[in-house]
Every structure is written in structure tokens, then in C-alpha cells.
């Protein structure tokens, strides 16, 4: 094997490796808001229950009309569970891999200005945009 083909041999692992990672990523957060990690005050977990999220998704989202905030908090929770499902399963990776970077971006973005930079890089929110928009641009 020449030096040249060991380059997508490893590309290839590095991103099978990417997508299941941001796959879980998506999904543990998923399975924090319907307390599958324990309940709030529980080390490492952001909410504990839906109701925590839904308060959560308010508090992001304050043009929003409070009505719609629960719809939203389902929108948003389908779509990481979708998205995150999809990249574990490699299912149209590249385009699941700009959803996933679209998302995460909004999603950053709206932390930034309701809550300051500091939380999304915290979160490493702006890393799993830019990590899913790589996993986008890679050509087979």
C-alpha cells in the first residue's frame, strides 16, 4: 500500500467516526429531555424533562409567541433525533451533514445573542456546526 492510498482508507474512518459522534451528540441531548440521563440537578444534565426543555426553547427563542413555544420545542427535538439517526446510519450523509450545520449555527446563533458567546462555546456549539459542514464537504 502506497502512502497515497492510505489517505482515503483513513478519511473514510475519520468520517464514519465524525458522523457517529455528532449522531450521538444529537441524540444525548435528545434523551436528556425526556430524563433518560436523570433528573435536573443530576452532574450533566441540561434539563431532566421536557418541560425543562420547552421553559429552555422560550428563553432562545423570545420572539416567539409563548403558544408556539411547545411546537417548537417538538420541531427542534424531531429534528435532532431525525438528524442524528440519519448521520449514525450514514443515510444521505452529505446533506444531512448541511442540516445538521444549519441547525447547529441557528442554534448557536441564538444562544450568542440571547445568552452571550460564552454559553455556545461552552456547549461547543459552533464546533459541531462547523464539524457537520466538513462532514458536508466531503466528496466520496
Excluded at 433528573?39 to 409567541?65: D, E, I, M, Q, R
Amino acid at each position: 500500500m502506497t502512502k497515497q492510498d492510505r489517505g482515503p482508507r483513513e478519511l473514510r474512518w475519520a468520517v464514519i467516526f465524525l458522523r457517529v459522534a455528532l449522531g450521538l451528540g444529537y441524540l444525548s441531548a435528545v434523551a436528556d429531555r425526556f430524563g433518560l440521563w436523570g433528573p435536573l440537578g443530576t452532574a450533566s444534565v441540561a434539563w431532566g424533562n421536557f418541560h425543562n426543555f420547552v421553559a429552555y426553547t422560550g428563553k432562545l427563542n423570545p420572539w416567539c409567541p409563548a403558544a408556539l413555544v411547545p411546537t417548537l420545542s417538538w420541531i427542534a427535538t424531531s429534528a435532532e433525533t431525525v438528524i442524528g439517526m440519519a448521520l449514525i446510519s450514514g443515510f444521505f450523509r452529505r446533506i444531512v451533514g448541511l442540516l445538521s450545520g444549519l441547525m447547529a449555527l441557528t442554534f448557536a446563533m441564538a444562544m450568542t445573542v440571547v445568552l452571550g458567546v460564552h454559553e455556545p462555546l461552552n456547549y461547543s456549539v459552533f464546533v459541531v456546526a462547523a464539524a457537520s459542514f466538513v462532514l458536508a464537504a466531503i466528496r466520496d
